[in-house]
């Protein structure tokens, strides 16, 4: 097992499943694997959470997952489509049915067309005509809370984040797709907003029967959005469970100091538990053996030697370390 | 927690100060200078001249209006601006002049630019191979010093309008293609691309839909700057003797023409040259305040 | 009490002249931070932290102007000479900006960046000026400090970066420090490690903090007191402890029902806030949170709420406070 282990794969059930994973980008320092054997999988209706810090490649695995980002090495499997075999045509109606929303909304929407062609840009593109998509517009925008009288003629420029963000979400829903990538939604948004866009979400959620991984650093709005969530740590997989269990009873030493590093001011000192040491190592060249082993409290001799595979230490809950937590 | 909340207290002078200071800010104002001013005013006369020239009451172009070499003077409106060595009006010349010069230019500098879009499109959009195709074509040209480039173009094909048109349009063609290149590439990057992929929309329409609505305003900013510059390579032709064919007037043939006089009649020269100076100046002002205003797209 | 606050604002109003109007970006904020207390400084994209920061420092841009007071250990900074100010910054007040990458310059090496302020403030030679840096740099833990002071901001990383703004601004031992959003361009586990390292030089040297984030978490259990910013205007101040767990202002009320937690109940739906933030040119009159909050009467849109003062530790700006029983609602 040469990535971090699929133990965890749920088998045939699942709508979509990724296996061993591996995305590369060549880059002047050097080629690196921003992927390095991720897997994960999702059952019907159900939210994966994707948990990590910047550069851990949680957007390069959304990416992959649509070939958006070419695969490397591993397996995409949505429902009976292999996704790295894929012919281009096959691909093209494919991703349709799975779409991606991503971080920064305003850079999402094409600042030369309005709001109305954008929303259904989906729509035009599967060959409707202007007056059927003209007539669905309205429509389109109530369900992402955007009175069509008034922006259904604007443009980009003159919306906020949270209104370009919702016509992003609009746009995607349009083509009703089974699966929604949603690559931090709400990271470039104020506080106030963020709310707004996450229930909009949970609300369209239930009525399109949506099965969604949600991509996103902060692990107050996983916990609050996710069914179960995926730790990612320098493009391996750390831990995967129900996110209330991982978040209750962490297994993963990593998983534990990202939970520690959230600042809870009802605590003394504002941090539950002990800060992580160190910086995160250069994927260039990450540690042999556990590439968390440079900042991991329990790390010993073997963690420098053996990569840990992902394995059950808990009924659900899956953990790539030696020495979990339990 | 006591019940009630009390106001706090503030100091005397500052319950007074607090009534009347807010800060007196002023507003930046956006000035077009006179330079700009001017430079739009100049090239809308002189479109306007050269569109209107047939129902000017001024002499045809190719017409004698009175004795040669006569210096400019005021009160009749042929000689206003003198005659030249056999004695057409160097008014109606100019502004005929104008025509030619400016279509020449406007023409050979759309062309230019229209193709100069489509393989900068190709290039930054499809990369790899493609890309390393169309830029050793445009480095080539550029490395080709334009004058030799048309030289080369009018010493094979006898100097005519169409034949001028299109050696400068090739001429032109590379500047356009790497400045399309290059806002293709930074308009790829941008999220709303890798949104229409996942549409299913096709290379094409994300080419014509996506990105060209996008780089083309870049583009049309930089345009009154190479006519202004196709302007002055025609120009450069003419006074070689490969520009416009006699008798059709443009700016360069007139300085050219004049050149032989220069030393007793030197106005020949300078009211055609004071005329291309003026007008690509102008262009060229114009161009940089267009390209201030909508070159921008990228850093926003 | 008897002696001075280090810190005094009072109505600071500081407008920013933009083409599209004057942006009231602080408009009437007044505050006190006491010798060694660390203040927070809480608010959304857009409230007027940065700008309030900027104002006190005398770092405004072109076409801006500022009233009020700032007196800083009793003088008035706000009529203070270019020249005098120069002084004060750096050597009494240091700044550490958001984003380290503009405050660093990329083509000098660490070690100069670090000893240039200390030269010229502190008139030190250049060879203690030399090993004071190398403490400084130890002090902020930054790993293997000699290889560290020779390299240039681009070769180290963000959270290095970031401790190495910090010791650049901790160098001629400040009495005030005001860090405007330190950690927002970190991940979580280096925000966390900068944040301890501030609590931690702030109260070895008892130096004056203000702390400045959009997230009312960060600061709330790093700081002794919180200021919530909204619209160019303080909503509510007090001890962190009180803001954050017994908050009065229906702003900071909302917001922190609307920001989800690692504790928040999974699929609930989260209590929104609707609309979006004021136009900063031309707010509404009265409070500046009417037009979305809940509880908002005709009076809070007629005049600005007066800051009421509601405990000990703990000013609001709202006519309608949460958390009060009915009877001690301020009936005015
Ligand atoms: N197009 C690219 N070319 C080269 N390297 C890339 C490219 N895109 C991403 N990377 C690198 O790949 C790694 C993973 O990046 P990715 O964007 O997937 O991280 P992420 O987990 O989404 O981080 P963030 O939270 O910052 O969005 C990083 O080291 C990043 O620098
Ligand atoms: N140089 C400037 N010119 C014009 N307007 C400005 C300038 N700087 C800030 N502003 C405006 O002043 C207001 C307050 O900005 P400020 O930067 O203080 O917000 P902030 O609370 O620091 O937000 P953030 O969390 O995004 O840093 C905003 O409306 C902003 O657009
Ligand atoms: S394998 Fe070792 S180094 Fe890695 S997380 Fe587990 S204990 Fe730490
Ligand atoms: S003053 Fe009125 S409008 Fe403002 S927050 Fe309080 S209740 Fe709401
Ligand atoms: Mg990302
Ligand atoms: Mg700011």
């Excluded at chain 1, 969604?212 to 179960?228: P, Q, T, W």
Aim: glycine letters at 8%; one cysteine or more; a neutral charge.
């Amino acid at each position: 097992m040469a990535g971090s282990g699929s133990a965890h794969l749920r088998g045939d059930a699942a709508v979509l499943s990724v296996e061993n994973l591996e995305v590369e980008y060549h880059t002047a320092g050097g080629s690196f694997k921003a992927v390095a054997g991720v897997s994960f999988d999702l059952l019907p209706g159900e939210t994966l959470g994707i948990v990590g810090e910047s550069g851990c490649g949680k957007s390069t695995t959304g990416r992959a997952v649509l070939r958006l980002d070419p695969i490397a090495n591993g397996h995409v499997r949505f429902r009976d489509e292999t996704i790295e075999t894929a012919s281009h045509q096959r691909m093209r109606e494919l991703r349709r049915d799975m779409q991606m929303i991503f971080q920064d909304p305003v850079s999402s929407l094409n600042p030369r067309r309005l709001v109305k062609d954008i929303i259904t840009e989906g729509l035009a593109i599967g060959g409707q005509g202007a007056k059927e998509r003209a007539a669905v517009v309205p429509e389109l925008l109530e369900q992402v809370g955007l009175p069509p009288e008034r922006f259904a003629e604007m443009s980009p420029r003159q919306l906020s984040g949270g209104q370009a963000q919702r016509v992003a979400i609009g746009r995607a829903l349009a083509v009703r797709p089974g699966l929604l990538i949603c690559d931090e939604p709400v990271s470039a948004l104020d506080v106030s907003v963020q709310a707004q866009i996450l229930n909009l979400l949970e609300d369209l959620k239930s009525k399109y029967d949506l099965t969604i991984v949600f991509i996103a650093h902060d692990l107050g709005v996983v916990r609050s959005f996710s069914d179960k969530v995926l730790v990612m740590y320098l493009g391996k997989t750390c831990e995967f469970g129900d996110s209330v269990e991982v978040y209750e009873r962490p297994a993963h030493p990593y998983t534990r100091g990202l939970l520690d590093s959230v600042p809870s001011p009802e605590v003394e000192g504002g941090f539950v538990g002990p800060a992580l040491q160190g910086d995160l190592p250069s994927p260039l060249n990450p540690p042999s053996g556990c590439r968390f082993r440079a900042r991991c409290p329990m790390s010993q001799d073997k963690c420098a030697v053996d990569e840990p595979a992902m394995r059950e230490v808990r009924p659900g809950q899956y953990a790539a370390c030696h020495f979990p937590l339990v | 927690m006591t019940a009630g909340a009390i106001p706090r207290e503030l100091g005397v002078e500052n319950a007074e100060r607090m009534a009347v200071a807010t800060p007196q800010v002023s507003l930046p104002r956006k000035r077009l200078s006179i330079l700009v001013v001017f430079s739009y005013v100049w090239i809308a006369l002189i479109v306007l001249l050269a569109v209107v020239a047939p129902i000017l009451p001024i002499a045809a172009y190719d017409q004698s209006v009175g004795a040669p070499r006569q210096a400019p003077k005021f009160g009749e409106l042929n000689t206003l601006l003198g005659t030249d060595q056999v004695g057409r009006s160097l008014l109606s010349r100019v502004i005929y002049g104008a025509q030619v010069s400016l279509v020449v230019g406007a023409v050979a500098g759309l062309s230019g630019a229209a193709l100069g879009t489509v393989l900068g499109l190709l290039a930054g959009y499809f990369r790899k191979g493609t890309d390393w195709v169309i830029t050793l074509i445009a480095d080539v040209l550029l490395s080709f010093p334009v004058l030799v480039l048309l030289l080369a173009i009018t010493a094979i094909f006898s100097p005519s309008i169409p034949v001028l048109v299109v050696g400068l349009a090739i001429a032109g063609t590379p500047t356009f293609m790497r400045l399309a290149r290059a806002n293709t590439m930074a308009w790829t990057s941008r999220e709303f691309v890798r949104a229409a992929r996942n549409m299913g929309a096709s290379s094409t329409r994300i080419l014509i839909r996506e990105i060209l609505p996008n780089v083309v305003p870049s583009l049309a900013a930089y345009m009154p700057l190479v006519i202004a510059a196709l302007i002055v390579a025609e120009g450069s032709l003419s006074f070689l003797g490969l520009g416009v064919p006699p008798p059709t007037p443009s700016w360069g043939g007139l300085i050219s023409s004049g050149a032989v006089d220069l030393r007793t009649a030197p106005y020949m020269v300078f009211v055609p040259a004071t005329v291309l100076f003026l007008t690509v100046f102008a262009l060229n002002q114009g161009g940089e305040h267009l390209r201030h205003r909508f070159d921008r797209n990228l850093q926003d | 009490m008897s002696d001075r606050a280090l810190l005094e604002v009072t109505d600071l109003h500081a407008y920013i002249g933009s083409p599209r109007g004057v942006v009231k970006a602080v408009d009437g904020v007044s505050f006190t931070l006491q010798h060694g207390e660390a203040l927070g400084v809480v608010g959304e994209s857009g409230s007027g932290k940065s700008v309030m920061a900027r104002a006190v420092m005398g770092l405004m841009p072109a076409r801006s102007g500022r009233t009020g007071q700032v007196l800083f250990q009793g003088r008035e900074l706000l009529t203070m000479k270019p020249k005098e100010l120069q002084e004060v910054w750096g050597k009494q007040i240091a700044m550490v900006f958001q984003d380290p990458g503009r405050s660093l310059s990329p083509v000098v090496r660490v070690e100069r960046q670090l000893t240039e302020g200390m030269r010229r403030h502190l008139g030190i030679s250049r060879t203690e000026a030399n090993s004071r840096a190398l403490d400084l740099l130890r002090e902020v833990g930054v790993p293997d400090p000699e290889r560290r002071l020779r390299a240039y901001p681009h070769e180290l990383s963000g959270g290095m970066r970031q401790r190495v703004m910090i010791a650049v601004a901790l160098a001629c031992e400040p009495d005030l420090l005001i860090a405007d959003e330190p950690t927002t361009a970190l991940d979580v586990t280096i925000q966390r490690q900068v944040l301890d390292l501030l609590r931690r030089v702030q109260t070895q040297r008892r130096m004056s903090l203000v702390l400045i984030s959009h997230d009312l978490h960060v600061v709330a259990g790093r700081t002794d007191r919180t200021a919530v910013m909204y619209a160019g205007r303080i909503a509510e101040i007090g001890s962190s402890r009180t803001v954050f767990q017994d908050p009065h202002h229906r702003y900071t009320h909302a917001l922190l029902s609307a920001t989800p937690t690692i504790h928040h109940e999974r699929h609930a739906p989260l209590n929104v806030i609707p609309g979006s933030l004021p136009s900063p040119t031309h707010p509404p009159a009265g409070c500046r949170f009417a037009p979305r909050c809940a509880a908002a009467s005709q009076e809070c849109t007629q005049a600005q709420p007066p800051m009421l003062q509601f405990s000990d530790d703990l000013d609001a700006a709202c006519i309608h406070p949460v958390n009060t029983k009915e009877g001690e609602l301020v009936g005015r």
